[in-house]
């Protein structure tokens, strides 16, 4: 007795060879040419015996699979079973492509099955032949399906009925349920079905505690089976006599409502549940065609193309939210029975699903996060880059094969600073300016421009910082100007000089160094907090304005960073700070992964508490304010200066505070 099986080498068609293998036989496996090397891997990863599982090679869209006269001969009245699996099963493919695979694929596997004069046809079908008829749909049924515009449930519809008006061979059919992995192992080899949803749910864990009560949909039942249970039953029903022309659902007899599969597998994969659903029937009293203009809208498209772009999910899936099909599965329940081939219940292999997606098919495990993935080749502007944060951050950004610019006032400094990176094999350029002027910036910006073309990353570090209380500057108004003037004006100024490129390309990404201070609202730093928050609220704007082209802002509330800056205040000689190498790290991570903010819980904490509490949060400030007096530079006091000690309750307050300017 021998087998012949198409779509050997995808999901199912491994586990149904597992199990032929168990019984006695040679497995023919119907193989592309150029796709025996997969096929050669696939057979060393599984153990099979290599005597026994045979590749023939062939192709799918070819008259009779692509057999030639002598394979049909070899194979002639030798196969008892042949099992018809290749499909595809991706809803997103083309239409074209789905038709060629599905339908004119089982049209030819027909053919060769006829050829080979098979004892009998065992095509795996699927539930979408049902398409999305309202009701439960029996296995004796096939003409009754509705909803069949779409190209895949179309076509999975039509594949089967060329089995059902075939004369020459006979035949079984078989719907499996929404495939998922193995139940004792999780495997799976693709994202699809529910696994659309993971990123999803990955995310609410990432934003949110897992305690957090959630508002979701409840929407339709959705058929889960594993895929050994799948192989299992149809290794079993093939074997049975006496089932020709029958078809079998290969389904769950209690299936799951949308809203409680994403609440299995959140509970899974530890992500907030949503204890609040909404059943989506409630809004069947709005008419179709309103429904239709609402989602017409551009704004309503673009915001959903986002979010589904975003969160991966194919838009075609959701279409399947308020899937109104029951699938009765009596025949397969009577001919599986003493088998001890059941459906799991999800709640009990979950888990594994999570496990083996997070551990393999997690899309952000394949997202380069190196350094030199994000800059190699690329254009990065740093200011401020002749010290401190920005020439830590320029060491990182050049050793990684970025066309590094650093801009700096004082020549010497940035010269000394740029050969010594070159000397270690950096690709640096370095440009004096003065941020503050205006004029200079315009300057600089056309300078690069011509240079280099354009800037793909530019990176705001350079910044001026004044410690002094409000008393202190009734007549110091120039304290407030020149803050303004290089942190947030100058800063503004390059990004609307490098914009205009970026916006052409359609890509580019801005870095603002801010300050914690910013969620903080350290007292003493009126000055230099509020040109930072000038600079933070432009972007939170501009990010909503340009996002669609291609442009990201990043602002970092940079905690307090042992930098020249802050070498006045001799307070912070014994506080906890970041080196600037430490703080280098957190703009390599705005870089890699460009989140819209970075921010210390610390600082995250004190704005929250500031927003919910405001009263209580100023009691905090106020008092902070008293304990850290002006320090002697603030007061122009050079001989205090030089006996400025911090006392252990301003330390112990600050080591609390970590990172807080004070």
């Not at 008393?471 to 304290?479: C, I, K």
């Not at 991570?589 to 927003?611: C, D, M």
């Amino acid at each position: 007795m021998a087998y012949f099986v198409t779509g050997g080498t995808g999901f199912i068609g491994r586990f149904l060879i597992d199990n032929l293998l168990k019984r006695k036989g040679s497995i023919h496996v119907l193989v592309r040419k150029d796709s025996l090397k997969k096929f050669e891997a696939l057979a060393r990863q599984r153990g099979w015996d290599r005597k026994r599982v045979l590749p023939v090679t062939g192709e799918m869209t070819g008259a009779r699979c692509g057999l030639s006269a002598a394979q049909l001969r070899a194979l002639s009245g030798k196969v008892r079973h042949f099992f018809h699996l290749a499909a595809i099963y991706d809803m997103a493919a083309s239409a074209e492509s789905m038709r060629a695979a599905n339908v004119e694929g089982t049209r030819n596997a027909l053919e060769l099955a006829g050829a080979l004069d098979a004892g009998c046809f065992h095509h795996v079908s699927s539930i979408a032949a049902a398409g999305l008829y309202p009701g439960v749909f029996r296995e004796d049924m096939f003409e009754e399906a509705e909803g069949l515009d779409d190209p895949y449930l179309r076509t999975k519809h039509e594949s089967e009925g060329l089995v059902r008006a075939e004369q020459r061979i006979k035949w079984r059919i078989y719907r499996p349920g929404m495939v998922v992995g193995h139940s004792q192992t999780g495997e799976i080899d693709k994202i699809d079905g529910p696994y659309y949803f993971f990123t999803f749910l990955k995310k609410l864990r990432q934003a949110l505690p897992p305690w957090m009560p959630m508002l979701g949909i409840e929407g339709g039942r959705i058929n889960i089976v594993p895929v050994d249970f799948v192989a299992d039953a149809l290794d079993h029903i093939a074997h049975k006599p006496r089932l020709d022309g029958h078809c079998f659902h290969l389904t769950d007899p209690e299936p799951l409502r949308v809203g409680e599969v994403l609440n299995v597998f959140a509970r899974a994969g530890h992500a907030p549940e949503m204890s609040m659903r909404i059943d989506a029937r409630m809004f069947a009293f709005v008419p179709g065609s309103v429904r239709m203009a609402v989602g017409g809208l551009p704004p309503v498209r673009r915001f959903m193309t986002m979010l589904l772009r975003d969160f991966r999910i194919p838009k075609e899936v959701l279409k399947f939210i308020t899937y109104p099909t029951r699938f009765d599965n009596r025949e397969a329940e009577r001919a599986l029975k003493g088998s001890g081939i059941a459906v799991p219940r999800l709640e009990d292999y979950a888990w594994r699903l999570w496990d083996y997606w997070e551990r393999h098919l997690d899309p952000d495990l394949f997202i380069d996060r190196s350094l030199k993935g994000k800059v190699k080749g690329k254009v990065v502007v740093i200011t401020g880059g002749s010290s401190g944060i920005g020439l830590a951050t320029a060491q990182k950004v050049a050793a990684a094969g970025a066309t590094t610019v650093i801009v700096a006032r004082g020549e010497e400094e940035l010269f000394k600073a740029r050969d010594a990176m070159k000397a270690a094999g950096g690709k640096v350029f370095a440009y004096t300016a003065d941020l503050a002027d205006m004029a200079d910036c315009d300057r600089l910006v056309a300078t690069v421009l011509k240079e280099h073309g354009h800037v793909d990353i530019l990176v705001n570090n350079a910044g001026r910082s004044i410690r002094r209380s409000i008393e202190l500057s009734y007549d110091r108004f120039h304290d407030f100007e020149r803050t303004m003037q290089l942190n947030y004006f100058g800063s503004l100024r390059l990004i609307m000089g490098f914009m205009p490129s970026m916006t052409h390309r359609r890509k580019g990404h801005i870095i603002n160094i801010s300050s914690i201070g910013v969620l903080a609202n350290s007292p003493r730093f009126s000055a230099y907090v509020a040109s930072k928050a000038a600079l933070d609220a432009f972007s939170r704007c501009a990010q909503g304005e340009l996002s669609g082209k291609g442009i990201c802002f990043t602002t970092i509330n940079m905690p307090l960073v042992k930098t020249p800056m802050i070498a006045p205040t001799k307070m912070y000689d014994s506080v906890p700070t970041l080196t600037p190498d430490e703080a280098a790290d957190l703009v390599v991570k705005g870089i890699i992964e460009k989140p819209s903010r970075i921010a210390t819980r610390l600082g995250i904490f004190a704005a929250v508490i500031n927003a919910l509490a405001p009263k209580a949060y100023e009691a905090v400030m106020n008092t902070a304010f008293e304990l850290f007096p002006d320090s002697a530079a603030a007061k122009g006091d050079k001989q205090a200066l030089r006996d400025e000690t911090p006392s252990q309750e301003q330390i112990a307050f600050a080591a609390l505070m970590r990172g807080v300017h004070w």
